[in-house]
């Protein structure tokens, strides 16, 4: 059984940072794709980021193995552990905009429970 964990949001100031982390069990984790998703309020899921299995070293230290959405590129960092199966997500210069329930997924067939994030003064 597939299992998602997040973990790592809560209440943060515009302009501050947050790192969710996502523990991942019951797959092969190192040949998975993973993504982080959010949905804000009032509005449908999207994708944040992609983080691509199997690739090879020079598209890990290039980059290349990695895909943001345009309101992600330069603030987020996506980056996974296969020794602790785990994809973490480093989010900073925060805003309200990213206010939103962010979730783990795995090939995007399997969904974590979400995680909060509040951006609010």
């Known amino acids: 059984q597939v299992r998602l964990v997040e973990s790592g949001g809560g209440l943060v100031q515009p302009g501050g940072a947050l790192k969710l982390s996502c523990e991942a069990s019951?797959?092969?984790?190192?040949?998975?794709?993973m993504y982080w998703y959010r949905q804000r309020p009032g509005s449908q899921r999207e994708l944040v980021a992609a983080?691509?299995?199997?690739?090879?070293?020079?598209?890990?230290?290039?980059?290349?193995?990695?895909e943001y959405a345009d309101f992600a590129r330069g603030r987020f960092t996506i980056s996974r552990d296969d020794s602790r199966d785990t994809v973490l997500l480093q989010m900073s210069d925060l805003n309200s905009e990213d206010t939103a329930v962010y979730y783990c997924?795995?090939?995007?067939?399997?969904w974590g429970q979400g995680t909060q994030v509040t951006v609010s003064s």
């Open positions: 983080i691509y299995s199997d690739t090879s070293y020079s598209d890990i230290t290039s980059g290349r193995n990695r």
């Open positions: 997924s795995a090939e995007q067939k399997y």
């Open positions: 019951g797959l092969d984790f190192s040949r998975s794709h």
